[in-house]
């Protein structure tokens, strides 16, 4: 027989009844559906009772999560709520969560590593000083952390006593490991880095010149893209009777008609959407300046028609996510994800794609129509024009005009 559970302890010796309460109100707000409310807190109170019944002056944390899930195997509590590993899981990281908002358990904080100060300085130094991107920032950053725990002696940093074989030894081991692009990116980040050092003088030898040059170049490659049958294939195959095709589907049509990186699109406001002059405002660009585009009638559809079935939140975010919890603005990742699970859905046989293969598929289509690198270049919002070259290599009616006829060899 199943044995109710009354006002189940915490770790503070009053109730978990509070906690139980606020848990099952912060589910419904976040959209759960009943069904998943109920058993949510019928796992937690399984979890109370077995808090109470085992050591209940421990705290509430991850440890003692553990320590719940893993008894379910060989559970004989008199109680309801048992379920799936990750529908326990879930249950009680929420109310965990609950736990620490209301100061009925330990918050968890981050540890304070010795190179995080080093590294929070240089990031503040590449945005104010050099103008870099915060992405790309963090993107130095991430890759500097191992070679500064490298160098770190315990007490400081011994950035005086790095050599040029240092430097090198560094980045042959990274060359071990890393593709070519990812190993040009880790020299940039050192460049970077030895001359932020040097302007603090922290160093006096430019280190920087010692970075080795990676045999990797920009143009080498030859741009993905998609032909005209494949776009609209993509275009097709999201299921635009769902408010997530929809919305899907206008990410998918702001990329191919604009040539939006995910990122700008996780980034678009409502408010950035001008519909008497049909034109989106773009202000959270890699350029650090506002930008206009023109809203292509089609993708204004399809937005117009996803906004009907938006969910009201808070946010001013255009694109949210639809699943519990409802609300959140998407993030860049979620933004690729989705073009790259549609990807998956309407091409399974052929490599996995992502969201920036639809930018060089516009940049592409519009070389094909006669426009020229300038003009791809104020679209694509290119500051080097250089970049924008490696779009000649695509242009296949040009390049036959220069090729040079091949001698016939008789035997």
């Known amino acids: 027989m199943e044995q109710k559970i009354g006002k189940e302890r915490d770790v503070s010796g009053g109730s978990f009844t509070e906690a139980l309460g606020r848990l099952s109100e912060n589910l419904r707000a976040t959209g759960y559906a009943p069904v998943v409310c109920a058993d949510y807190i019928r796992v937690v109170k399984h979890f109370c009772y077995w808090h109470a019944q085992h050591a209940p002056q421990k705290e509430v944390d991850e440890s003692r999560i553990e320590e719940f899930i893993a008894h379910l195997a060989s559970c004989t509590c008199p109680v309801s709520g048992r379920g799936g590993y990750r529908l326990c899981h879930a249950a009680v990281g929420h109310f965990l969560s609950v736990l620490r908002e209301m100061g009925l358990a330990p918050t ?3 540890p304070v590593l010795p190179e995080d100060e080093v590294l929070q300085a240089f990031q503040e130094h590449l945005m104010k000083v050099r103008g870099t991107a915060e992405t790309s920032a963090s993107l130095y950053a991430r890759h500097l952390r191992p070679f500064l725990q490298g160098i770190y002696t315990g007490e400081k940093f011994a950035f005086h006593a790095v050599t040029v074989k240092d430097v090198e030894a560094s980045v042959v081991q990274k060359a071990t490991q890393c593709k070519p692009k ?3 990116l880790y020299c940039t980040s050192l460049r970077a880095f030895f001359r932020f050092l040097r302007l603090r003088g922290e160093i006096a030898l430019p280190l920087d ?15 993905k893209y998609l ?3 494949q776009v609209s294939a993509l275009l097709s195959c999201f299921d635009v009777n769902t408010t997530i095709g929809l919305r899907n589907r206008a990410m998918a049509l702001l990329m191919a008609t604009v040539g939006l990186r995910a990122g700008e699109v996780a980034n678009l406001k409502i408010e950035d959407i001008d519909w008497q002059k049909s034109s989106i405002k773009l202000d959270s660009t890699k350029s650090h300046r506002i930008d206009y585009l023109p809203l292509v009638s089609k993708a204004g559809e399809t937005l117009a028609a996803y906004l009907k079935r938006r969910p009201q939140t808070e ?9 519990t919890p409802v609300g959140r603005p998407l993030s860049t990742w979620a933004v690729s994800m989705g073009i ?7 091409f399974p046989s052929e490599p996995s794609r992502g969201a920036h293969v639809l930018r060089h598929t516009l940049a592409t289509r519009l070389l094909a129509k006669g426009a020229t690198f300038k003009e791809i270049a104020d679209v694509l919002r290119h500051r080097n024009i250089e970049t924008t070259a490696i779009y000649a290599k695509v242009d296949f009616n040009a390049l036959s005009n220069v090729a040079v006829p091949w001698p016939e060899v008789t035997i």
């Not at 010149?209 to 741009?223: E, N, Q, T, Y």
């Not at 001013?316 to 639809?322: N, V, Y």
């Not at 790259?340 to 309407?346: G, H, I, L, P």
Request: aromatic fraction near 8%; hydrophobic fraction near 40%.
């Open 182 to 184: 990812t190993v040009k």
């Open 227 to 229: 032909r005209e049958e």
């Open 209 to 223: 010149d010692a970075v080795p040059v990676v045999a990797h170049w920009s143009l080498s490659s030859i741009p």
């Open 108 to 110: 968890v904080t981050r």
């Open 340 to 346: 790259r699970r549609a990807f998956k859905r309407c």
């Open 315 to 323: 946010t001013r975010h255009l694109f949210i996510s639809l699943t």
